[in-house]
């Protein structure tokens, strides 16, 4: 499917870093020229003159405000994104819509080549009319080391226009009792620090298939069974698809630039081996979406990659070890010539 720039409608939303944002419009000018470019962010904030001429529209939208979900104060910004985004796609006029947060630039367009190639879906579990691009930064992989379940990431999608607000036009959580709820309902959670009820991408996509008129028993951002699981991997494989950061997802993270989608995020293979077990078992790659992909090799890969982390971790634990029986006789060996010295003096 060949998607042109002129069909596409870019968001930037969120709080505005004037660096951030110039380098972001500027990126989308030299890879999606033809795009509407659209920046959604907060009365009060301030654009750089150089964007005025190079934007189609800017909504300086009421600030529904951050919440404190951590008993140490970090502060969440689910409600802004939800707002500011919902507000830019409801702004736009293209058939595609790709919203970015305000941080991010655009390095290619190679992420378009993946839509509606995996278009196989069990009807039973479609939100959408043509499954989102979303990347793997933090897709959460629900068999992982943090099992999180019903969290796609939320850095970046790209859709359908009607598919976007399918996602992002659903109700602001209401406060301060989802970002409070451990707070205002004590009981046990295996993160003591955090008080929210869901983890940002939780919310955004439980309330979207409740809206699409799915009922899911999940109660925290902890809610944990094998059928949960299951459930939360249909519903991710049927209505995304996972690009890998950077590398298929043509974008980068100003604010973040070292970030990196390592485990426990679910990346493209990861998400493949998902499609082929519920999906389609017999679906092809082309060789230029990834060479383990096109040979159908990824589970394999992932037992490997798995059981050589099992042989390299203790050595790499040994490795840091071996130095210490040397630093901390180095250390002794100081202390016993400081109390000597120091008793000597004394006398």
């Not at 060789?287 to 992932?302: D, H, K, Q, T, Y």
Request: proline share 5%.
């Amino acid at each position: 499917m060949k998607i042109l720039s002129k069909e596409v409608s870019v968001v930037f939303q969120g709080a505005i870093n004037q660096k951030y944002i110039e380098n972001g419009v500027d990126s989308v000018r030299k890879y999606l020229p033809e795009s509407e470019i659209i920046i959604s962010t907060w009365e009060g904030q301030l654009l750089p003159s150089s964007c005025a001429d190079k934007v189609d529209r800017i909504l300086f939208n009421r600030d529904p405000g951050g919440t404190i979900f951590t008993r140490d104060g970090k502060i969440q910004n689910q409600n802004r994104q939800i707002f500011s985004t919902k507000e830019g796609i409801l702004a736009s006029t293209r058939k595609y819509v790709l919203k970015l947060r305000s941080d991010m630039k655009l390095t290619g367009t190679r992420f378009l080549s993946f839509f509606a190639y995996f278009d196989k879906r069990a009807s039973e579990y479609k939100v959408f009319k043509e499954k989102i691009l979303i990347n793997n930064l933090y897709t959460r992989d629900a068999r992982g080391s943090l099992p999180y379940l019903f969290h796609p990431s939320d850095w970046c999608s790209f859709g359908y226009r009607e598919d976007m607000l399918r996602l992002w036009d659903i109700p602001l959580a209401i406060e301060p009792e989802s970002s409070s709820w451990f707070a205002l309902h004590p009981q046990y959670t295996p993160d003591r620090n955090v008080l929210t009820r869901c983890h940002a991408e939780q919310y955004i996509w439980l309330m979207a298939l409740q809206k699409a008129g799915f009922e899911i028993d999940f109660d925290n951002w902890f809610s944990f069974t094998p059928e949960l699981a299951e459930i939360s991997e249909k519903c991710l494989v049927n209505n995304f698809v996972v690009l890998d950061y950077k590398t298929q997802y043509s974008i980068v993270s100003q604010k973040y630039p070292s970030k990196k989608g390592d485990s426990p995020v679910l990346g493209f293979l990861g998400w493949l081996a998902l499609y082929r077990k519920y999906v389609d078992s017999n679906a092809k790659v082309p060789f230029r979406m990834g060479p383990i992909a096109s040979l159908g090799v990824e589970r394999e890969f992932f037992r490997l990659r798995k059981h050589c982390g099992s042989v390299f971790n203790p050595i790499y634990k040994l490795i840091k070890w071996l130095p210490e029986p040397l630093i901390t006789l180095f250390i002794a060996i100081r202390l016993v010539v400081k109390v000597f010295v120091s008793l000597i003096n004394k006398k």
